[in-house]
């Protein structure tokens, strides 16, 4: 995704302003000068040349990384390579290991895929409720309550998890104190850290308040688009609000439903901080690693690179796997 | 007046070095000959990378440091802070890119890893020539060694004990616990007194809370056999010490379920909070408990950890070395700047500031013999009990992935019997050493 939104915005900074008088002008003055001078063998290089410094760029920044963390995940790369620059090539050797370890089927995978399923649903459906609210406010309340949804999407993902780390700390924590005003617990009797399904159900929590802004602002800025007309004249018909929202607002919104659901698959699937700061998630408790938490750990914590590294390029084909569905679906839609 | 006799300690050590090297005829790697050469270093400059966060005033510390040591070889002082949580990943690419600093602070478990893969140079030669060997405490000299080389100079040790309330055991008529039973009988008749107490939580994200108990019981955390490692922590004995250690929270209820997922930090935050009866801590906490919430103070005691029936159990002896890096081209200006931080006046000073104790045996002879409530307990527990991880890289690797930590939450929350919980370590362990 990234590639695709990057290279044009890239390619026009530094070639531009250098080609104005040819490139930049009307369509029709690149056509005249071509049949007039002849120099059309020259024309399908040009985009290139003028892409070429961005790509570049993003040879650099982009590429080469990943084709180094492929590298790596082919080798048993550890603090020993680092340090001599050596290559320690062994195939395939890493991928059979990780895919052959019952642990990635029975624990990793299903938490990662599961939790970023709910996440993804739980995100896009609050999401859009809160921006069908907003959209019927006036413009002062819709100005406050945007304002007020964006606080949660402006705290830093590690400050956000502290804060519901505390607000669940067993202890001394806000849901454990009224808990026990209601009698219902007694403090320090029960950790929902150490159990598998509530921490994922506080992590989910912590997701998806830090994420839903997004969803409900971009799908807010689309529900402005819809011309009133349509609801008015659905409503003379006597369709229900609820008739009209799967009927109007979600036919005409799909494309930027589409948009916020793979960003959000992307995001969730590749959720690192906010596990890896709860209690037990940064490798005490192995219940609740994903495939972040767990590339981490072999990579940094046990310096074991190139298996971290095969982990992290198991996490982008399935990404990639996904989105390819997404766009699949989406295209084939627009087609019909 | 300080800074004067500061110089001169320094300066007869330096000379002396010379005379040693002098004497020793050129046998030694060192490539500069000669007592007066050692002096002159001006111009040059040595950079140095120092842990942050152990000293509390260690600007003004280094300040001193860097004018002694100046005045001393003529050579400037670069001293560059890193925090402890980053260290380790930006030691390793250094390493890679060869941008190394000449001298560093490295935590006591890492430098095994470092040596091994040839970042640190051999300072035994060196110990040897200044006539070290035998004044330095030996835990951290162990954990500095690889293939018989020392890798490492010892520089401070802390070491955990048990930090309670004396207040409220004074309150209580309760005496510091001299074996396990009378541990077990104390945290009884504290929470009997003060039932809102939590007398003796059992953290389990804290690897180092678990091993006085393993080693107490007579068991081990892994063994060594010619070239191989084995793990021992699911033999009967180390079993034994686990059952014992997570019953206080499973069996007697002195812990609380919220302990299951605490890292020390979480333990001495209760603690400060007046929450907590007894603790597993460091030899630096109870300063930064009482700066912390002043009402502590004269409320807190310490008593090194007991042994199963008598005497002590082993406790986990950490702390820092300094490691001069190979790749540095100025290894006797670098030899000079470590000998003078981890012997004499700079190493006690550093260790009365951060309350840790120096690596220099005669150093921590002085400091026990000062006899500080607060202090003297901790270091009973170093001299007589301290004791190392495996000294092998591949224990930096099982650290790494948290085994004991997963073992004990897995206990602690109900998950696993002790016994299933220390055959998955004992395992995964194995897995490791065996790769």
């Given at each position: 995704?990234a590639?695709?939104r990057?290279a044009p915005?890239?390619?026009?900074d530094?070639a531009?302003p250098a080609?104005?008088?040819?490139s930049?002008t009307a369509?029709?003055?690149g056509?005249?000068?071509?049949?007039?001078g002849?120099l059309g063998?020259?024309?399908p290089l040009?985009?290139?040349?003028l892409?070429?410094?961005g790509?570049?760029v993003?040879g650099?920044?982009?590429?080469?990384?990943?084709?180094?963390?492929?590298?790596l995940?082919l080798?048993?790369?550890?603090?020993?390579?680092i340090?001599?620059?050596?290559?320690n090539?062994?195939g395939?050797q890493?991928?059979?290991d990780?895919?052959?370890?019952s642990?990635?089927?029975t624990t990793?995978?299903?938490?990662?895929?599961?939790?970023?399923?709910?996440?993804?649903?739980?995100?896009?459906?609050?999401g859009?409720?809160?921006?069908?609210f907003l959209?019927t406010l006036g413009?002062?309340?819709r100005?406050v309550g945007a304002?007020?949804?964006?606080v949660?999407?402006?705290?830093?993902?590690?400050t956000?998890t502290?804060?519901?780390?505390w607000?669940f700390?067993?202890l001394?924590g806000?849901?454990a104190s009224?808990?026990e005003?209601?009698?219902?617990?007694?403090?320090?009797?029960?950790?929902w850290?150490?159990?598998?399904?509530?921490?994922y159900?506080i992590?989910?929590?912590?997701?998806v308040h830090?994420?839903?802004p997004?969803?409900a602002i971009?799908?807010?800025a689309?529900?402005?688009?819809?011309?009133n007309?349509?609801?008015e004249?659905a409503?003379?018909?006597?369709?229900?609000?609820?008739?009209?929202f799967?009927?109007i607002?979600?036919p005409?919104?799909r494309?930027?439903f589409?948009?916020v659901t793979?960003?959000?698959?992307?995001?969730?699937?590749?959720v690192?901080?906010?596990?890896?700061?709860?209690?037990?998630?940064n490798?005490?408790?192995?219940?609740v690693f994903?495939l972040?938490?767990?590339?981490?750990?072999?990579s940094?914590?046990?310096?074991?690179?190139g298996m971290?590294s095969a982990?992290?390029?198991l996490?982008t084909?399935i990404?990639?796997?996904?989105t390819?569905v997404?766009m699949?679906?989406?295209?084939k839609?627009?087609?019909l | 007046?300080?800074?004067r006799?500061t110089?001169a300690?320094?300066g007869?050590?330096?000379?002396?070095l010379g005379?040693?090297?002098?004497g020793?005829?050129g046998?030694?790697?060192?490539e500069t000959t000669?007592g007066?050469e050692?002096?002159?270093f001006?111009?040059e400059?040595?950079t140095?990378w120092i842990?942050?966060?152990t000293n509390p005033?260690a600007d003004?510390?280094?300040d001193?440091?860097t004018?002694?040591?100046e005045?001393?070889?003529?050579a400037?002082?670069q001293?560059e802070?890193?925090?402890w949580?980053?260290a380790h990943d930006?030691?390793?690419t250094?390493?890679?890119?060869?941008t190394?600093p000449?001298v560093?602070?490295v935590g006591t478990?890492?430098t095994?890893?470092?040596?091994?893969?040839?970042?640190l140079?051999d300072?035994s030669?060196?110990?040897?020539?200044?006539?070290?060997e035998?004044?330095l405490?030996p835990?951290?000299?162990?954990?500095?060694?690889?293939?018989?080389?020392?890798?490492g100079?010892p520089?401070?040790?802390g070491?955990?004990?048990v930090?309670y309330r004396?207040?409220?055991?004074?309150?209580?008529?309760?005496?510091?616990p001299?074996?396990w039973d009378?541990l077990?009988?104390?945290?009884?008749?504290?929470k009997?007194a003060?039932?809102?107490?939590?007398?003796f939580p059992?953290?389990g994200?804290?690897?180092y809370g678990a091993?006085?108990?393993?080693?107490?019981?007579?068991g081990d955390l892994?063994?060594?056999?010619?070239?191989t490692?084995?793990s021992?922590v699911s033999s009967p004995e180390s079993?034994?010490?686990l059952e014992?250690y997570t019953?206080?929270?499973t069996e007697?209820?002195f812990?609380t379920a919220a302990?299951?997922?605490?890292?020390?930090t979480?333990l001495l935050?209760?603690f400060?909070q007046?929450?907590?009866g007894?603790?597993?801590?460091?030899?630096w906490?109870?300063?930064k408990?009482?700066?912390?919430v002043p009402?502590?103070e004269?409320?807190i005691?310490?008593f090194?950890?007991?042994?199963?029936?008598e005497?002590l159990?082993?406790?986990?002896?950490?702390g820092?070395?300094l490691?001069v890096?190979e790749?540095?081209?100025k290894?006797?200006?670098?030899w000079t700047?470590?000998e003078m931080?981890?012997t004499g006046?700079?190493?006690?000073a550093?260790?009365?500031?951060?309350g840790y104790?120096p690596?220099?045996?005669?150093?921590l002879?002085?400091?026990?013999?000062e006899?500080d409530p607060?202090?003297?307990?901790?270091?009973q527990?170093?001299v007589?009990a301290g004791?190392?991880?495996?000294?092998?890289?591949l224990y930096g690797?099982?650290?790494g992935?948290k085994?004991?930590?997963?073992?004990l939450?897995?206990?602690l929350?109900?998950?696993?019997t002790v016994q299933?919980?220390?055959?998955t370590a004992?395992?995964?362990?194995?897995?490791?050493?065996g790769?």
């Amino acid at each position: 995704m990234a590639d695709l939104r990057a290279a044009p915005g890239a390619s026009l900074d530094p070639a531009a302003p250098a080609d104005r008088p040819t490139s930049g002008t009307a369509p029709t003055g690149g056509t005249r000068r071509r049949r007039a001078g002849g120099l059309g063998h020259r024309s399908p290089l040009r985009p290139w040349l003028l892409l070429a410094p961005g790509l570049v760029v993003l040879g650099v920044l982009l590429l080469w990384p990943l084709v180094r963390v492929v590298l790596l995940s082919l080798q048993d790369y550890g603090l020993r390579q680092i340090a001599s620059g050596e290559s320690n090539w062994v195939g395939l050797q890493n991928y059979a290991d990780i895919l052959g370890d019952s642990y990635l089927w029975t624990t990793v995978l299903p938490n990662t895929v599961l939790f970023a399923l709910a996440c993804v649903v739980l995100t896009v459906a609050l999401g859009t409720a809160v921006a069908l609210f907003l959209n019927t406010l006036g413009g002062f309340w819709r100005g406050v309550g945007a304002t007020a949804i964006m606080v949660a999407w402006a705290v830093p993902a590690i400050t956000g998890t502290y804060v519901w780390v505390w607000i669940f700390d067993p202890l001394n924590g806000l849901v454990a104190s009224v808990l026990e005003g209601v009698g219902a617990i007694e403090p320090g009797t029960v950790n929902w850290f150490t159990e598998r399904l509530s921490f994922y159900a506080i992590a989910t929590l912590n997701v998806v308040h830090h994420g839903f802004p997004f969803v409900a602002i971009t799908v807010l800025a689309g529900l402005m688009t819809i011309p009133n007309e349509l609801h008015e004249a659905a409503k003379v018909d006597g369709a229900s609000a609820w008739r009209r929202f799967w009927s109007i607002t979600a036919p005409i919104l799909r494309p930027v439903f589409a948009v916020v659901t793979i960003l959000s698959t992307i995001w969730d699937f590749k959720v690192f901080t906010q596990i890896y700061l709860m209690p037990g998630g940064n490798g005490g408790n192995k219940d609740v690693f994903n495939l972040g938490v767990w590339s981490y750990i072999e990579s940094f914590a046990q310096g074991k690179y190139g298996m971290g590294s095969a982990i992290a390029v198991l996490l982008t084909l399935i990404l990639l796997g996904i989105t390819l569905v997404y766009m699949r679906t989406l295209f084939k839609e627009e087609e019909l | 007046m300080q800074r004067r006799s500061t110089v001169a300690v320094t300066g007869t050590l330096v000379l002396a070095l010379g005379l040693a090297a002098c004497g020793s005829g050129g046998g030694s790697g060192s490539e500069t000959t000669g007592g007066d050469e050692a002096t002159d270093f001006s111009g040059e400059t040595l950079t140095v990378w120092i842990m942050e966060g152990t000293n509390p005033d260690a600007d003004a510390f280094f300040d001193e440091v860097t004018a002694a040591f100046e005045e001393e070889t003529g050579a400037d002082l670069q001293i560059e802070f890193q925090p402890w949580a980053s260290a380790h990943d930006k030691f390793t690419t250094a390493i890679a890119g060869g941008t190394t600093p000449d001298v560093a602070e490295v935590g006591t478990t890492w430098t095994g890893e470092f040596a091994d893969v040839g970042a640190l140079a051999d300072l035994s030669d060196r110990i040897a020539e200044a006539g070290l060997e035998d004044d330095l405490v030996p835990g951290l000299v162990e954990s500095a060694t690889l293939d018989g080389g020392v890798y490492g100079m010892p520089w401070y040790a802390g070491v955990r004990s048990v930090v309670y309330r004396a207040d409220l055991f004074e309150a209580a008529g309760i005496e510091a616990p001299t074996s396990w039973d009378e541990l077990v009988a104390a945290a009884d008749a504290l929470k009997a007194a003060n039932p809102e107490i939590i007398p003796f939580p059992v953290a389990g994200d804290s690897q180092y809370g678990a091993m006085p108990f393993i080693w107490g019981a007579g068991g081990d955390l892994a063994v060594q056999d010619g070239d191989t490692w084995t793990s021992e922590v699911s033999s009967p004995e180390s079993v034994e010490g686990l059952e014992f250690y997570t019953g206080l929270a499973t069996e007697h209820g002195f812990s609380t379920a919220a302990a299951t997922t605490w890292k020390e930090t979480d333990l001495l935050a209760a603690f400060e909070q007046g929450q907590v009866g007894m603790m597993i801590s460091g030899s630096w906490t109870p300063g930064k408990i009482v700066s912390d919430v002043p009402d502590m103070e004269g409320k807190i005691g310490a008593f090194p950890i007991p042994g199963q029936t008598e005497g002590l159990s082993d406790s986990f002896l950490g702390g820092s070395h300094l490691g001069v890096f190979e790749a540095s081209e100025k290894q006797d200006l670098a030899w000079t700047f470590v000998e003078m931080m981890t012997t004499g006046e700079f190493a006690e000073a550093w260790g009365q500031q951060s309350g840790y104790f120096p690596g220099q045996t005669s150093l921590l002879e002085k400091v026990i013999e000062e006899d500080d409530p607060m202090v003297a307990p901790f270091a009973q527990q170093m001299v007589e009990a301290g004791r190392s991880v495996p000294v092998t890289p591949l224990y930096g690797q099982i650290q790494g992935k948290k085994t004991l930590e997963t073992m004990l939450q897995s206990i602690l929350s109900g998950s696993a019997t002790v016994q299933e919980a220390a055959d998955t370590a004992a395992a995964d362990m194995d897995e490791t050493f065996g790769s």
